[in-house]
């Protein structure tokens, strides 16, 4: 096993993978959106997601909701897929590796990895100034 793979099995069985954020900081975002359950479906984007933990969380308190839950590596998406069936919560959550190679190198691929960079890049130069994990949602007709 290489260093990367020793990070990814080591990081894979954890509920969450450090990044900033908690269950109760989730909630909190939820109860500060006031989002309304008669709008249209809300499509949230979990970039970054891990193992999942913000994604099930999202999906159980937003039944309506349509969640994509992205990241680089392919093991935690796995893990995630198998944490939504246990929980009942697979129809909501859909999984994407942003692989170049996989999605024929397109623009929209290309954008999504690079946005996923940039995120990681954010985290480690200002991980120390913020605990808030951020969500985006857009609702669609």
């Not at 937003?62 to 992205?70: E, F, K, T």
């Not at 995120?119 to 969500?135: D, K, R, T």
């Amino acid at each position: 096993m290489d260093e990367l793979e020793l990070l990814i099995d080591l990081h894979q069985a954890a509920s969450r993978q450090g990044g900033p954020g908690d269950a109760e900081q989730t909630r909190l975002a939820l109860m500060l959106l006031q989002l309304n359950k008669q709008a249209p479906p809300l499509q949230i984007a979990d970039i970054s997601c891990g193992t999942g933990a913000a994604a099930l969380m999202l999906a159980a308190e937003l039944s309506w909701a349509h969640i994509r839950a992205v990241d680089l590596w392919p093991a935690f998406l796995t893990e995630l897929q198998c944490r939504a069936s246990a929980a009942g919560l697979s129809e909501h959550i859909e999984t994407l590796n942003p692989s170049l190679e996989r999605y024929g190198y397109s623009e929209a691929a290309q954008a999504l990895v690079a946005a996923e960079q940039r995120e990681i890049i954010l985290y480690h130069q200002y991980a120390a100034y913020y605990s808030y994990g951020f969500y985006l949602a857009r609702k669609v007709s």
